[in-house]
């Protein structure tokens, strides 16, 4: 699985349910990345996308601990053991993790990398994404720095040095 995420130098991610900021190129990235593959997300950052609908042309997974949360066009786990299998019965090979925060916390060990859109930008958050740091986690890449409206932001990859292996 991959990590995708943008987050600022304080390692916010969002503030109530929403991304702290909108960079076009960045939305751009996360689109080319995940379309055409498996997102896994939760109940509330699900209910953040657009008319609270899945995102097109992906196969939408939503964690829950509401076992009888149905949702039109996405599949609902609620376990890891449940997500799991579901990826292997489906024979999913490439799975993006999306967020939010409790997502992350539960996935991160299972990624192999994570692609960060790091933002020189102190806005205040509500939601977070420490996990990705060293030692377990090593800077691969990082793009030039580039501008948005005045925001310096960068596109990096990390390696998970330490993937945990799935239950399932």
Not at 34 to 59: E, V
Not at 74 to 80: D, N, Q, T
Request: some cysteine; overall charge positive.
């Amino acid at each position: 699985m991959t990590l995708i995420a943008a987050r600022n130098r304080d390692y916010g991610i969002g503030r109530k349910n929403d991304l702290l900021c909108r960079i076009p190129e960045d939305m751009r990235f996360f689109k080319e990345r995940t379309s055409g593959k498996a997102i896994i997300t939760g109940h509330s950052t699900f209910k953040s996308f657009k008319d609270g609908k899945p995102l097109a042309d992906r196969l939408n997974i939503v964690l829950s601990r509401d076992v009888s949360l149905k949702i039109d066009g996405a599949l609902v786990c609620h376990s890891l053991n449940g997500l799991f299998s579901l990826l292997k019965a489906r024979g999913v090979n490439v799975a993006f993790v999306i967020g939010g925060q409790s997502v992350y916390e539960l996935l991160a060990d299972y990624c192999g990398e994570a692609l960060i859109t790091e933002i020189d930008d102190e806005a205040e958050a509500d939601a977070f994404l420490a996990g990705v740091a060293p030692p377990r986690w090593r800077l691969e890449t990082r793009s030039d720095t580039r501008n948005y409206n005045g925001l310096k932001y960068s596109f990096c990859r990390y390696i998970n040095t330490e993937i945990k292996v799935p239950p399932v």
